[in-house]
């Protein structure tokens, strides 16, 4: 995720950083010298047709339309993920206090919360593919973590031994009737999150949002250049580009949205909100807690 205060003026047009004009770049200068080619045939080989500016701009009015709709849809998967993880966060801490009251201070505690910590770094894995077995190693021991691991559903797995111990706890009277259940109903929040993130990775939009967008985006920006013949002379290629710019740009910046948990600039920080839970774990077993994950070139992992 970019983290960045408002660039300054001079600053505008040479920020890269999470930008989406290096993945764009071929378009708009392919849409330039397509504009460029088109005004030099018509001012100097044959005169090519035109296409009235006001039907182009209806064309574009629609386009942004319906861009605008795929944008405000990917956005609020981006959201909904963001909103997930922050509950995540909010569930591990009050979990913490929780085990507190019921439990106090012990074994019980440190092996839940531990467990809690290897769940989150598991569904990380699960759902973009980082490496996290030493992580996982770290807190709840080698031998644990690899039984973890081996589990089809290693999250899932992480749940049901943090299940089983309070079920331990409960028949060996280390907590009564309302703390099992208290814990119980605050465990039962991380499968419905981990479920929930799972249902925005496996389901994108709709397939047919896309090849509908970047098609009329491609039309729109071939047929642009034939209604500017007149009106924008030798800045045709100039104007064409920007075009290109917005269309593409909006397009492209849709697509990462639709997918908050990919290894891209602008998806769900999911490094650093597990050490945020680590930081909050730490504090509440009284370990020496690690440092804040901080941005790498404004980029928070």
Known sequence: MIVRDTPRRREIFLILSGSVVPRIL????????????????????????????AAMGVFGL??????????????DRWWEARRIWGR???????????LRIFA????????????????HHLHRAQLR?????????????????????????????????IAARLREMAEDGRIDGFGQRALAERLAAFPAAQAGNERLLTTPLPFVYSLLVWRTTYLYCLLLPFALLDSAGWFEPLVAAVVAYVFFGL?????????????QANSVPLSAMCRVMEISVCNALGRDVPPKLEP?????D
């Open 26 to 53: 071929p378009n708009i200068i392919g849409a330039a010298l397509w504009a460029l080619l088109v005004l030099v045939l018509d001012r100097y080989v044959v005169a090519m047709p035109q296409i009235s500016i």
């Open 62 to 75: 629609s386009l942004s339309l319906f861009l605008g709709f795929r944008n405000n849809a990917a956005y």
């Open 88 to 98: 995540m966060v909010s569930d591990v801490r009050s979990l913490a206090q929780e």
């Open 104 to 119: 106090g201070n012990g074994p019980d505690e440190e092996y839940i919360l531990t467990r809690i910590l290897a769940f």
């Open 129 to 161: 593919g980082d490496e996290v077995a030493e992580t996982v190693r770290h807190w709840v021991g080698p031998e644990a973590a690899e039984q973890l691991m081996q589990t089809e559903n290693s999250p899932n797995a992480a749940l049901r031994d």
């Open 251 to 263: 397009a492209e910046v849709t697509h990462e949205l639709e997918h908050p948990f990919r290894k």
């Open 296 to 300: 790498v070139n404004y980029v928070l």
